[in-house]
C-alpha cells in the first residue's frame, strides 16, 4: 500500500487534489502526471487513507475510483457530502453506461469518467472544475442573488440563510451560477452542458444536477418558487424577494 504523500510543484499556491484508487500503478501514473503539469497531488489507496488525509489537507479536488475494497467510491461521496465537504469529486469507474454516471451524480460527484481514460482529458477536467472556483474579475462578477429567505454568494459558493450557512458542491454552485447570471432566462440543457464546460453531460445528468439544486434552495422541491421546468425547452431561474 502506498503512504499517503504530496508532491510539491514548487508553486505554493498550485491547487492540490487527492487521488484515490486501490490500483497502484494507476496512482502512480496521475500522481506523476497531475504533478507535472503543476498540481500538487496526494494519494490513497481507499477510504479509510483518504479520510486520515482529510484530517489535514483540504483538498481542491478529489479524483475518486468508484470500485474499491470496503467503502466504494460511491458510498465515501455521500458521506463527505453529507459533512458538508463541497470541494468538486471526480469519479472514475470501469463502468462507462449513462446509468451509472446517474448515480454517481445523485450520490454528490460533480462529473464522471469511465476507465480507461486519457490523462490529459481528466487534466482538463479538473482545471474546468477548478476554474469554477475562481474569484471572478469585477466585470464577471455576479451580484448576490436572494432566493426568498436566502442569498447566494456565487463566489464562495454559498447560501446564506436564516438557518445558518450551506456551501454548495463545486457542481450545484457552478450550475446555480450560471442560471442566475441570466435570471428570468430559459436555458435548454444542451445550453447548460456548455455553459458547465460539460457538453457530453447528457440530458439526464443535467436535470440530476438540477434535482440536487432544488433541494438546496427550495423549501419544497416539489413545488418549486425559483428553478422552474419550462416542458420542451429547459429550466429557468426567478430570483425573488421573500
Do not use: W
Amino acid at each position: 500500500m502506498d503512504s499517503l504523500s504530496d508532491l510539491s510543484t514548487g508553486r505554493e499556491e498550485a491547487s492540490h487534489i487527492i487521488v484515490v484508487d486501490d490500483d497502484a500503478r494507476l496512482r502512480r501514473l496521475l500522481q506523476r502526471y497531475l504533478s507535472e503539469h503543476g498540481l500538487r497531488v496526494s494519494v490513497a489507496s481507499n477510504a479509510a487513507e483518504t479520510r486520515q488525509a482529510l484530517e489535514s489537507i483540504q483538498p481542491d479536488a478529489m479524483v475518486l475510483d468508484v470500485t474499491m475494497p470496503g467503502e466504494s467510491g460511491l458510498e465515501l461521496t455521500r458521506s463527505l457530502r453529507q459533512q458538508g465537504l463541497s470541494f468538486p469529486i471526480i469519479l472514475l469507474t470501469a463502468r462507462g453506461e449513462p446509468a451509472d454516471r446517474i448515480t454517481g451524480l445523485e450520490a454528490g460527484a460533480d462529473d464522471y469518467m469511465g476507465k480507461p481514460f486519457e490523462p490529459r482529458e481528466l487534466l482538463l477536467r479538473i482545471r474546468a472544475h477548478l476554474r469554477r472556483h475562481l474569484p471572478q474579475s469585477a466585470s464577471d462578477e455576479l451580484r448576490i442573488v436572494r432566493l426568498g429567505d436566502k442569498d447566494f454568494d456565487p463566489v464562495r459558493a454559498l447560501l446564506c440563510g436564516p438557518e445558518g450557512n450551506i456551501h454548495l458542491t463545486g457542481g450545484e454552485g457552478a450550475l446555480l451560477a450560471v442560471l442566475a447570471r441570466q435570471p428570468n432566462r430559459v436555458f435548454s440543457r444542451e445550453e447548460i452542458a456548455q455553459a458547465l464546460e460539460m457538453p457530453d453531460i447528457g440530458e439526464r445528468a443535467v436535470d440530476v444536477q438540477i434535482t440536487r439544486l432544488r433541494r438546496r434552495i427550495e423549501k419544497d422541491p416539489r413545488e418549486p418558487r425559483f428553478l422552474h421546468t419550462i416542458r420542451g425547452r429547459g429550466y429557468v431561474l426567478k430570483p425573488s424577494l421573500s
